[in-house]
Nanobody, 129 residues
Framework: QVQLVESGGGLVQAGGSLRLSCAAS????????IGWFRQAPGKEREFVTA????????TYGDPVKGRFTISRDNTKNTVYLQMNSLKPEDTAVYYC??????????????????????WGQGTQVTVSS
């Protein structure tokens, strides 16, 4: 089992940057794939990006490609989301989530929130125009 805590959200002007962190507890963090999702008011939860258990694989949702970068440091049990060139439409609550990188997920990164087992409480990101 793993517990996740997001931080780093805040208010930023359009074109600015933020770095979110997802800190995890548990000795087996390095065996989990981690995803970031976001949810804006009145909208469904949206996939942002994911990273494999060893950091070798990443995938991004189309709206954030080229602007966001996911990385992880397994020695610190932390995943990072660097967000650059932020737009007002990036405003949302951002959640990190985890599922074991085993079986088919040893090679595949899921973009479906239903397939993630553990979730953080979320951190608000607001981008002003």
């Amino acid at each position: 089992q793993v517990q996740l805590v997001e931080s780093g959200g805040g208010l930023v002007q359009a074109g600015g940057s933020l770095r979110l962190s997802c800190a995890a507890s548990g000795r087996t963090f390095s065996s989990y794939n981690i995803g970031w999702f976001r949810q804006a008011p009145g909208k469904e939860r949206e996939f942002v990006t994911a990273i494999g258990w060893n950091g070798a694989r990443t995938t991004y949702g189309d709206p954030v490609k080229g602007r966001f970068t996911i990385s992880r440091d397994n020695t610190k049990n932390t995943v990072y989301l660097q967000m650059n060139s932020l737009k007002p439409e990036d405003t949302a609550v951002y959640y990190c989530a985890a599922h074991p990188g085993s079986g088919r997920y040893f090679y595949i990164l899921s973009i479906r929130h239903e397939e993630y087992d553990y979730w953080g409480q979320g951190t608000q990101v607001t981008v002003s125009s």
